[in-house]
C-alpha cells in the first residue's frame, strides 16, 4: 500500500488512505447522494453535468442501499479522471477526460453493478469465470431485455388488483392521467420504462381499463412509435460497457482501494474491442443512420431567413411593447387586449415570420380552456339584450350578479377583443421562447460553436479590434478555454439582442449569462428556454416544409455545422489552401490532421462534399460549358433552375442527372475570377485543360495562366453568371452582414432587412 501511495499522489493523502475532498472537476461533497461535475480541464467552465447514484437496483432497493458499492463507483470514477494517463490504452480502457465522458463511465459503470445484483450476487468479488462470461452476455443486450422488465412488469399486473395500482387523476385533463411509472419501477426493481416498448404497452393497456372506471378522465393510451428498434443492441454502447468493464478491472488488481474489487479478469484471452465484435454477432444490431438527415439547403435557408427576421426586425418592436407593458397591472383579459391593440399598430403585419399583431400577453395557452358560458347560453343573454331588458332584469332571468353580468355583456360584445385576427402568440412566449431561440440558431450557425460554447455566452463577448468583431466563446475538447474567434454583423446584433433580454435577470440574480431570463410571468424567477420544444413549434409558425414523413427537421449540432459548412465553401471556396488554414483556425483544431479529418473521414467531410456537389450542380444547370458532355445538363428550364436554388423541393429528374454526372465522375471545382468555375482538378479532366502541362505521365492544370480570354473555349470551363453577382441591389448593410457572401445575401439580402447592430 505504501508503494501505491507514492505512485498515485494524486488520489491518497500521506497516510495512503484515499482521498474523498480536492477534487477541482467535482463540486459537490463526496457523500452527497448526486455530485456536480464540471470539465477536469477547465473546472472553472460553468456547464456542469450530474451524476445520480439513486437508482434503483432492485425490487423496493437503490443502489444507495448498498453504500459499499456505492462507494467503490465513486473511487472508480475518481481514478477514471484523476490517473487516466496510467490506466489508459487506446481500445482497451474508457478514457474520461470531460464532462459527458466522465458521466457516461458513471452510468455504464452503475448499469454493470446493476446487472450483478440482478444476476443475485451482492458484489463484483462474488463474480467467478463462469458469471463474469453470463455478464458479459448480458452487457450486450438493451438493459430491459437482460434484466426482464416486461416479464416482471405483466407479473406484477397478474398479482396486483386494478384499484391497487398507483394512478395519478387529473380531472382537469390538461395533463393525461395514467399509471404512475415510477412507482411501478420501484415496484419491481427497474430504472425506467421509457425504452421498453412491450412494458409501455402493457401499461397503455392498464390506462385503457382505467378509462372505464374514470368517467370524464383522460388517460394516456396511445403508444408513440419509435425511429429506432429499442429492442436491438446498440453497438457503441456494447463497447463502452466493455471497456468501462476493462477499466474497473485494471483499476481493481492496480490498487487496494476497492472493498469489492472485480479480480476476475473479463477479457483473460483476448481484450474488449474484440470481445464485442464477436458478442455482437450474436445479437441484432441496431442499424446505424449514420449522420442525421440534412436539412435541404433551400428550406435551412429559410429557416435561417425567419430567425434573422426576428433578430433584425421584429426584436425592437417587441421589446417596446414589453416596456408598455410592464406597468400594466389590470387583470388577464384587458392585458391581453391591450397586447393585441398595440401590437395591431405595427408596420411588420403581413411580413414574413411576423409575430404581429400578438394575441395574448403571458399565457396564450390558458385561452384553449372552455368558457363556463355555454354558446347557448350566451346566445341567450343576447337575445335578453336585444329584447331591451334592463340590466336587473336580465340579472334575474340568468342568475348572475352584477360583475358576471358585466363580464358576459363583455363577452358578447368582444370588448377584449378575442375575435380580432392575430398570430396566436403571447408577448412572453415570443420574447422568451421564440426570439432566444432564433438567437441561438443564428449564432451556432455563424460562429460553428458548439451548443455548450453558445449556451454559456456571457454579456460583453463581443468586442471590436481595429474596426474587426471578435466573438468569446468556450472552446470545448481542444483548447478547454475561453477564445476570441472573428465575427460578423449579425452575430453581434444578435449578442446585443440577448443582453436585452437578459438584463433584468441579470441584475436581479448577479450573473452574467445571456440565456437566463427574467421573463412576464411577474415571479422574478431566473428562467431559461428549451431549445427542441421551441424549434418545432416556431416550424409551425413559419410554415416551414417537414420531411417526407410528416415529421420536422431534426435540428443538432451537425445540422448547424453543415449550415456553417454551407456558408464557408460560398465564401473561401475560391482560395483551398489559404481557406483550409481559416477552417482549421475557426474550428480550434490543434493540428492540420484534425482538420483533414474533418473534411474527409468524419460526417462533416461527407456535409462538405455534398455541398460542393449540390452546388456544382447548380452551376452546370444554369451556366455554360463547352464540354458537348456537360451541354446537354445546361439546356434546362426555368422551373428546373428554381428547383435548385429557391426553395421547391421536389429535384426535377434533369438536376438529379446533373447530380449523379457529379458524384459518378468525382467532379470538383475551382472557382475562377472572372465568373467561372474551373473542372480542371477532376478526375481525368486535366489532359483536356487548355493550360494542361505535361509532367512525366501527369498532367497538370496551369491555373496562374486564367483569364477570361485564355481559358475561353476550354471544356473545363463552366461560366456563370450567378458567380458575378446575385442579382440585389447593393446596400449598406447588406455589405456589412453578408460581407458579399452569397450565402448571407440569401439569408439576409432577400430578407429586405436593415442593420439594427
Not at 133 to 158: G, N, T, W
Not at 281 to 309: C, F, H, K
Not at 426 to 445: D, K, R, T
Not at 530 to 548: G, H, K, P, Q, T
Request: hydrophobic share 35%; charged share 25%; aromatic share 10%.
Amino acid at each position: 500500500m505504501n508503494q501505491v501511495v507514492r505512485i498515485f499522489p494524486e488520489i491518497h493523502d500521506r497516510n495512503g488512505n484515499f482521498k474523498c475532498f480536492d477534487y477541482d472537476w467535482l463540486r459537490s461533497d463526496w457523500p452527497a447522494s448526486q455530485w456536480e461535475i464540471r470539465d477536469p480541464i477547465n473546472p472553472d467552465f460553468e456547464n456542469p453535468d450530474f451524476i445520480n447514484f439513486d437508482c434503483i437496483v432492485a425490487p423496493g432497493e437503490t443502489l444507495l442501499d448498498y453504500p459499499d458499492l456505492v462507494e467503490d463507483i465513486k473511487k472508480s470514477i475518481v481514478i477514471a479522471v484523476e490517473l487516466d494517463k496510467n490506466f489508459h490504452e487506446r481500445q482497451l480502457t474508457f478514457q474520461a477526460r470531460s464532462v459527458s465522458a466522465i458521466t457516461n463511465f458513471a452510468y455504464h459503470l452503475m448499469r454493470i453493478y446493476r446487472e450483478i445484483i440482478g444476476m443475485g450476487f451482492s458484489s463484483p468479488s462474488d463474480l467467478d469465470a463462469v458469471s463474469v462470461r453470463s455478464l458479459l452476455q448480458r452487457l450486450v443486450q438493451p438493459e430491459h431485455i437482460s434484466r426482464r422488465y416486461a416479464k416482471r412488469l405483466a407479473a406484477y399486473f397478474d398479482s396486483v388488483p386494478l384499484s391497487e395500482i398507483p394512478v395519478a387523476i387529473h380531472h382537469d385533463n390538461r395533463v393525461l392521467s395514467g399509471v404512475k411509472q415510477q412507482a411501478l419501477a420501484e415496484a419491481i426493481g427497474v430504472t425506467q420504462f421509457r425504452t421498453c416498448l412491450k412494458s409501455l404497452g402493457l401499461i397503455k393497456s392498464v390506462n385503457r381499463q382505467l378509462q372505464e372506471h374514470y368517467t370524464g378522465v383522460k388517460f394516456d393510451t396511445e403508444l408513440l412509435e419509435r425511429d429506432t428498434d429499442p429492442d436491438k443492441s446498440s453497438e457503441k454502447q456494447v463497447r463502452d460497457l466493455y471497456r468501462v468493464l476493462c477499466t474497473f478491472h485494471r483499476q481493481s488488481i492496480s490498487l487496494t482501494d476497492f472493498v469489492h474489487p472485480l479480480v476476475v479478469d473479463p477479457f483473460l484471452d483476448t481484450n474488449p474491442s474484440d470481445a464485442a465484435d464477436r458478442a455482437l454477432q450474436t445479437v441484432e444490431v441496431r442499424v446505424s443512420e449514420g449522420r442525421t438527415r440534412d436539412i435541404p439547403i433551400p428550406v435551412y435557408l429559410t429557416l435561417l431567413d425567419a430567425a434573422a427576421r426576428w433578430v433584425l426586425d421584429y426584436a425592437d418592436e417587441l421589446f417596446e411593447l414589453e416596456r408598455q407593458m410592464r406597468d400594466n397591472d389590470t387583470h388577464k383579459k384587458a392585458q391581453n387586449r391591450a397586447v393585441r391593440v398595440l401590437s395591431a399598430q405595427s408596420n411588420q403585419i403581413g411580413k414574413v415570420a411576423s409575430p404581429f399583431p400578438l394575441g395574448y400577453y403571458r399565457h396564450h395557452q390558458e385561452n384553449a380552456k372552455e368558457s363556463k358560458y355555454s354558446p347557448e347560453f350566451l346566445a341567450i343573454f343576447q337575445e335578453y339584450l336585444e329584447q331591451g331588458l334592463s340590466p336587473k332584469e336580465i340579472r334575474q332571468r340568468s342568475g348572475l350578479n352584477k360583475s358576471q353580468y358585466l363580464y358576459v355583456t363583455r363577452i358578447i360584445n368582444d370588448y377584449y377583443d378575442q375575435n380580432v385576427e392575430h398570430s396566436g402568440l403571447s408577448l412572453n412566449y415570443a420574447l422568451y421562447g421564440i426570439l432566444p431561440f432564433c438567437c441561438q440558431l443564428l449564432l451556432l450557425c455563424f460562429t460553428a460553436g458548439r451548443e455548450s460554447s453558445i449556451n454559456d455566452l456571457r454579456a460583453g463577448c463581443i468586442r471590436r479590434v481595429a474596426g474587426l468583431r471578435y466573438i468569446n466563446l468556450y472552446i470545448p475538447k481542444t483548447v478547454r478555454d475561453y477564445e476570441d474567434l472573428p465575427t460578423c454583423a449579425l452575430v453581434e446584433r444578435t449578442v446585443r439582442v440577448l443582453e436585452r433580454l437578459s438584463e433584468e435577470g441579470r441584475m436581479l440574480w448577479d450573473h452574467d449569462k445571456l440565456f437566463q431570463f427574467v421573463d412576464l410571468k411577474g415571479d422574478s424567477r431566473l428562467r431559461s428556454f428549451r431549445f427542441d420544444n421551441v424549434a418545432s413549434r416556431f416550424m409551425d409558425f413559419i410554415d416551414l416544409e417537414r420531411d417526407e414523413f410528416g415529421n420536422h427537421w431534426n435540428l443538432n449540432e451537425h445540422q448547424f455545422r453543415r449550415a456553417f459548412a454551407i456558408m464557408y465553401f460560398y465564401r473561401y471556396g475560391s482560395d483551398h489552401e489559404t481557406s483550409f488554414s481559416a477552417l482549421m483556425h475557426q474550428l480550434r483544431h490543434e493540428d492540420w490532421t484534425m482538420t483533414g479529418k474533418y473534411l474527409t473521414q468524419r460526417e462533416a467531410g461527407a456535409a462538405f462534399r455534398q455541398i460542393e456537389e449540390e452546388w456544382l450542380a447548380g452551376i452546370l444547370l444554369k451556366g455554360r460549358s463547352n464540354d458537348p458532355e456537360l451541354e446537354s445538363l445546361s439546356s434546362l428550364s426555368e422551373s428546373v433552375q428554381k428547383s435548385v436554388y429557391q426553395t421547391d423541393l421536389v429535384r426535377p429528374s434533369q438536376a438529379e442527372r446533373a447530380l449523379k454526372k457529379i458524384q459518378e465522375d468525382g467532379l470538383t471545382i475551382e472557382f475562377l475570377n472572372f465568373g467561372a468555375v474551373c473542372l480542371g482538378l477532376s478526375p481525368g479532366r486535366a489532359e483536356k485543360a487548355k493550360c494542361a502541362i505535361k509532367d512525366g505521365k501527369e498532367y497538370l492544370v496551369a491555373f496562374h495562366k486564367a483569364s477570361e480570354r485564355f481559358c475561353d473555349g476550354c471544356p473545363n470551363l463552366v461560366q456563370c453568371s450567378s458567380l458575378v453577382s446575385t442579382g440585389m441591389s447593393e446596400s449598406d448593410s447588406l455589405t456589412d452582414l453578408a460581407c458579399n457572401s452569397p450565402i448571407l445575401d440569401s439569408v439576409i439580402g432577400s430578407g429586405d432587412v436593415n442593420d439594427q447592430g
